[in-house]
């Protein structure tokens, strides 16, 4: 390869490795797109998971200087340098091709995304509730044993496996290799997909599955719990005793290396996720804000309750805790909890977290809101927040990079706007917000 082509691919190696992203993608689920991403809660990463960073300011543009034959040959040096033998790369790549549908869906960025109380609707169906009810109690013995072992409640279990995969069925039926080799060639993230693919041969070579039967997302996440590769080389488990790690076939490997996941995240047993609250009246909405911790006896000095009279769970007023808005000032509000972040690290969305931890109390009969979501105010479109942080950042309240992603810097930007206008600076992107900067 000419050596300045050759620094090109090796430079767009780097960029795109700094961007990377924990893809948890299934059929049948409220996706991450329509989930609001939660980017102002800092989660501590446990060693083994890769940390789930949104991208920014990409070029979806670079085209590989080099064949997808050639990236093969390439690449197949690679791995037989990694340990993988070069007759399971053979047998991996035998029939593998570049998916041009693969790369559209890792480009696509959707307009509009449902808002939360929709999400919850979803996640949350009678249908849903009753059939994990249902496997709670058919694999009520496995379910203790894992809990025994990990410390990990079996309703949040069942909730990721429902939310996931709907129970096993919808896993996905795209090959994992082609899907990765696809990402690794013409991908936005090749270094996350090249890492990916490494870890998926490895897989292979363990004889834990067949390349046939290694199918899951587009994306590359597998088996009933969709792991990516790398976390599941990490924490997957045997736990049916058959030898192998089967996430795929085995619903007992399956929610058991879920467990270990979210037990390495930091889960707390026989903690609770959270529970909603009451905010009193002018209350400081600015302490919205993920990076803001206190216990809940501090919450409570400050004016948060509990709805109808509830009783605090036992022990919670020493638990550390940050206040969500979902919805804003006008929706519902939540102390969340440890096992709240620890369900964040398996997918950092605020609406995926809040529908696990509803969908898990759903199961026992709980699990409802109490509070009111503002129906009147839709979502802002992509387009309108890239707006809304083009107009923050030309008034000078400093958005930071205009993509489309509310994280902290837009929501500071966005508080101190509000309050710029004497409204509740709860950090919420809103249509009334949007037409107040236009009108400046």
């Not at 996430?247 to 996941?261: E, F, K, N, R």
Request: charged share 20%; with cysteine.
């Amino acid at each position: 390869m000419p050596l300045c082509l050759s620094r090109r691919w090796h430079l767009r190696q780097l960029i795109a490795a700094s961007s990377l992203i924990l893809l948890v993608a299934c059929a049948e689920k409220p996706t991450a797109a329509d989930a609001q991403p939660l980017q102002t809660v800092p989660v501590a990463t446990a060693p083994a998971v890769i940390p789930p960073v949104v991208p920014t300011g990409e070029n979806l543009d670079i085209q590989p200087t080099q064949t997808f034959a050639e990236w093969q040959a390439g690449f197949r040096k690679e791995a037989l340098a990694a340990g993988i033998r070069a007759d399971v790369f053979d047998r991996a790549f035998a029939n593998v091709s570049f998916d041009e549908s693969v790369i559209r869906a890792d480009r696509s960025q959707p307009e509009f995304s449902r808002p939360v109380w929709e999400y919850l609707d979803g996640a949350l169906s009678p249908l849903r509730v009753r059939k994990g009810q249902a496997l709670i109690s058919q694999y009520a013995d496995t379910l203790q044993a894992i809990e025994q072992r990990y410390g990990v409640d079996r309703q949040a279990l069942v909730a990721v496996w429902g939310m996931e995969s709907n129970f096993g069925q919808f896993q996905g039926t795209k090959s994992v290799i082609n899907s990765l080799a696809t990402l690794a060639y013409e991908g936005r993230r090749p270094g996350f997909a090249h890492a990916q693919l490494i870890a998926a041969l490895q897989i292979l070579q363990q004889g834990d599955i067949t390349p046939e039967k290694m199918l899951g997302s587009w994306a590359g996440a597998m088996g009933q719990t969709q792991f990516i590769p790398t976390i599941y080389n990490t924490l997957a488990v045997d736990f049916d005793g058959d030898g192998r790690r089967d996430i795929w076939g085995s619903p007992a490997d399956a929610l058991a290396s879920t467990a270990h996941y979210l037990q390495s995240s930091g889960w707390q047993k026989g903690q609770p996720w959270g529970f909603e609250v009451q905010l009193a009246g002018g209350f400081n909405y600015a302490l919205a804000d993920g990076a803001i911790r206190k216990s809940v006896a501090e919450w409570l000095q400050l004016g948060v309750t509990l709805p109808n009279g509830e009783q605090m769970p036992a022990g919670a007023e020493h638990l550390s805790a940050a206040l969500l808005l979902p919805a804003g000032y006008r929706g519902p509000a939540f102390l969340i909890l440890d096992n709240f972040r620890a369900i964040l690290k398996y997918n950092n969305s605020s609406s995926y977290a809040l529908a696990i931890s509803l969908l898990s109390e759903r199961f026992s009969g709980g699990g409802l809101v109490s509070g009111t979501w503002p129906k009147d105010d839709l979502p802002l479109s992509r387009s309108e927040r890239i707006e809304l942080q083009n107009l923050l950042s030309t008034q000078n309240y400093e958005a930071g990079n205009a993509d489309g992603i509310i994280g902290a810097n837009t929501r500071k930007a966005i508080r101190s706007a509000q309050q710029s206008f004497g409204w509740p600076a709860d950090g919420y992107p809103t249509h009334k917000l949007l037409e107040g900067l236009r009108n400046r």
